[in-house]
């Protein structure tokens, strides 16, 4: 056995002394409440310190604490409930799935609550989601500008590299945008901004205030205190030494919103994705920004003692109601974006029933099988689901669209909340969306644009194009899904097919003229970079994290972004979904190939190339090639038809592109359980987030949105049409039998750790892979 399996299984057990910590009424961010004054490090010390346990030589040499040993440690119904007890999961209870998965990250506590990067009491918490993207950094960063200048009290940004680019005026923008309407307010806002750029000071002071002349410097760009005078800022430094990077990136707004991203802010050719969550997670969130920052914060952040939890949800307004038609679709495209109504195509490129002998395709609509079953759209009822069935339960019928084209659908879907009366528009959007084009808040409405603006995308002048050089600000979500859905959209005067609006989007400020090679797509398949959900109460979210570790070994593996990870190949039962751009942490791919062997249908889409020089360096876990290569030789002939392995190919292409072209590359991270739970944030399958980067991701419970990521990722990308690996050699052909251009191969030669070195050089820089 091995050192990843050695620990015993009595460790799987979540003692009372947990149980007491994750009830309590204690946190950081309560005794803050208290003491805003104080240092939050101070505060951790004072509630967590005498429950780290003494760590000896074994328990570092054991690595990964036994999550990957036999099936037959299937956890009791008395665990489960255990687990449930450690958390606060509002009106849905979790999943069976998400308990044993929380379960084992809870487990990791065990040892120093701190692995936890958030304190226990907050660790399980319940929240909506009703945005996703899923596109280009300027997607992200305009959602994040609109964000902060809507802010009313505070901003606090984190991201691991701060990079002055067309990205970061984005968000300069929307700082300097938050201090005009602060004025008109009569107002002072806090800002709070924190980042990773290596500095020998990091050596004594892991954790370092950044001068004004450093930040305003041209190399950062913030805006000069006296270009903001209504807004208190202050911007950290923060690295562990020597490699526990500071890797988090997400926004905390006026502890209300939260934003969780696999973006940096810098300029590069990267596919992310980003949600926006609110509700009582968003404590959760806030909890763990003040552990990062550690510090005293100068001033206090205003909210200190207004919990996101008693501040109810405020995402889910008439405007954000108008996005849908009524089967289904985004408004102003054909895209079904409600779950209810999604029938999940050839999601990740195989096309057997499992059913019936074959490979399981998730998502795949079984005509033989009762469309209205609950259990056959989503998997595992949660109590909720029971209570409260999906909308998708009346006859099939007839719907007119807005467009004028008629759509066969199962019943209409009430998802909208009491104060939008039968999920209708007010009464403004009501007369502007029957016209079948994009929505656009009420307010906008009401003012609109007076003339034609100078950046108008194909030929609408009423949706200018927000830029980082023409910044368009709107008042809500709905209003920013339609501004992003038309920029993406073909040309009206026919000058601009659909898929060239999409090359236009991904070359935005990095590869302008590249050229596209793939063809049309068809209705319904078109790009969607901005996916609303639509309105739903709360499911329970798990913040599943890491703390940083600094020396250069593989010992700290025990924390629960890891155990969630494994425990999720684990207990799958039929398929796991991994986007990253790199994969080769030790213990991970162990847990892939018992998963394939089991019967669980494993895919992974994984970046070409991705970052290849420094993770030749010894000890790195070696090139994705190489470890696709290595997996599929692993597997028995029935396993590897279980591994369905991917190499990224951008939206309009028609073959991967090494990353180091730096034309069209894939930074998302992200795992899909059975369909139904869903891992999202900032940690990839690489050794760096493996073992040492601090990382900030969540687990939902959530099958429908579980379903849109699904929808989302197929329609955004062309990973499933062109990118698959054979089977038999883990490698990548085209059709006439030509491995990518400049790929490396699976043999990376004898002194590949030069490049390695090369690639480590970059990395710090902040111009390589991260």
Known sequence: MSKHHSKSAHQHHISDRLVELCTSNESVSSLLAAFPSREPGDVWEELYDDHVKPKSSDDEADGVDGFQVARQNELSR?????AAKCGNWGPTQPSDLFLKIYHDALCTLEENPLHAMVSPSLMGSCGVVPLTIISVIPDIVRHMSNVIARAEREVFLATN?????VASKFLTNGIRELDQRAAKRGVRVVVKILYDRGSPRQLVEPHYLVSEKTFTGKNVNLPHPSEIPNVDMQVMNYHTPIVGTFHSK???VDRKIALLQSNNIQDND???????????????????????????LEPPLPSYNSPAAQGGVTCFGKSFASLFESDG???GSSVVVDPARIQL???FGNSLNHRNGGVYKPGAVDSSAELTSSDELTGPSTTQGSTHPHPLRAATHSTTRSNGSTTTTAGQANHYRSDTPNGAADRPAENYLSKGEQAISSSRLQEPIPSPPANSINGDTSLPEHTANDPHYDDDI??????VQNAVSPSKSGQETRMQAVSRLLNHTVNKGFPGTAPECPPGDEMTPYIPHPVHEPFPIALVNRSPYGLPTHKAVSNPQNAAWLSALRYATRSVFIQSPTLNAEPLIPAIREACERGVDVYCYICLGYNDAGELLPHQGGHNEMVAHNLYKSLSAAARERLHYFWYVAKDQTKPLLQASKKRSCHIKLMIVDEHVGIMGNGNQDTQSWFHSQEINVMLDSADICRSWIDGIRRNQNTHVYGALDKNEGIWRDGKGKEADGAVGVDPGRFSWLKGMAGAVRRVKGTGGF
């Open 345 to 347: 195509k050839e999601a």
């Open 78 to 82: 008395d665990e489960l409930k255990r």
């Open 161 to 165: 590299y701060w990079q002055d680019s």
């Open 478 to 483: 709905a209003g920013e899904v339609a501004r």
């Open 250 to 252: 997400y926004m905390i």
């Open 270 to 296: 990267n596919l992310e994705m980003m949600i926006h969550l609110e509700g009582p997670i968003v404590d959760s969130f806030y909890d763990m920004a003040l552990l990062s920052w550690n510090k005293k």
């Open 329 to 331: 679709t985004l408004k």
